[in-house]
């Protein structure tokens, strides 16, 4: 079974410049989600997807922080304009849903300079 | 808000010893995980608890979740080089299936050959 991919898996832009993030998760898992993690921190939970709808981004930073996932299947997450504190390993993961057992991609390491 | 303690934060240790890391909490979890994640990969699940008092085995790795399901372990065995790596805990509050996590800043374990 393929597992969660994401790309690119690294990412280096300047401060104000814009970076988009691409997720497929797992063949028949409903909820996606979006992780930031910083460096020495765990994953902080940006977005859940539940199919096609958002069903947590109580943390997302709505101001500069997108996220989509049209037909329920990949997602991707939109920084713009970047900060350089958005400095992270943004994580995808996918569930089926049962006993929140979820499955992370490898990330995609972003430095803003 | 919940907030999840892990210690310790560094753990160094010579191959053959044992070790313990630590998950607290002051909030009460339907479910707890534990995730090992490696330099340049996402977290991979180890294990995941659901009842207080549960204790749970997987090879050398001994899980345990408190009775009052606010807290739990992680005991290895004998560690090897191999368990070189960032152990997280993960935490959910709601009913099992899609509840956001909140993850812990991780033990990193360093075992030497």
């Known amino acids: 079974e393929a597992g969660v991919a994401q790309s690119p898996r690294y990412k280096i832009i300047e401060k104000r410049q814009s970076v988009a993030f691409w997720c497929n998760p797992i063949s028949g898992h409903a909820t996606l989600y979006w992780y930031q993690q910083i460096l020495g921190q765990g994953p902080k939970l940006l977005i859940q997807f539940q199919n096609n709808g958002v069903v947590d981004d109580s943390q997302l930073p709505k101001d500069r922080f997108s996220a989509e996932r049209l037909k329920g299947v990949d997602s991707t997450l939109k920084i713009q304009p970047a900060k350089l504190e958005d400095s992270a390993v943004y994580l995808c993961?996918?569930?089926?849903?049962?006993?929140?057992?979820?499955?992370f991609g490898p990330g995609t390491r972003l430095t803003v300079l | 808000t919940q907030l999840l303690e892990q210690s310790p934060q560094f753990l160094s240790i010579q191959e053959g010893e044992n070790l313990t890391v630590y998950c607290n909490s002051s909030s009460v979890f339907s479910s707890l995980q534990w995730y090992r994640q490696e330099p340049g990969e996402g977290p991979v699940l180890l294990v995941t608890?659901?009842?207080?008092?549960e204790v749970k085995k997987l090879k050398r790795l001994t899980f345990q979740f408190g009775d009052a399901r606010k807290d739990s372990s992680l005991h290895i065995t004998a560690a090897q080089p191999g368990d070189t790596g960032l152990y997280l805990c993960?935490?959910?509050?709601?009913?099992?299936?899609?509840?956001?996590?909140?993850f812990g800043k991780g033990t990193r374990l360093s075992v030497i050959a």
């Open positions: 608890v659901v009842t207080g008092g």
């Open positions: 993961a996918s569930s089926l849903g049962r006993d929140n057992e979820q499955f």
């Open positions: 993960a935490g959910s509050e709601g009913p099992s299936g899609n509840t956001p996590l909140v």
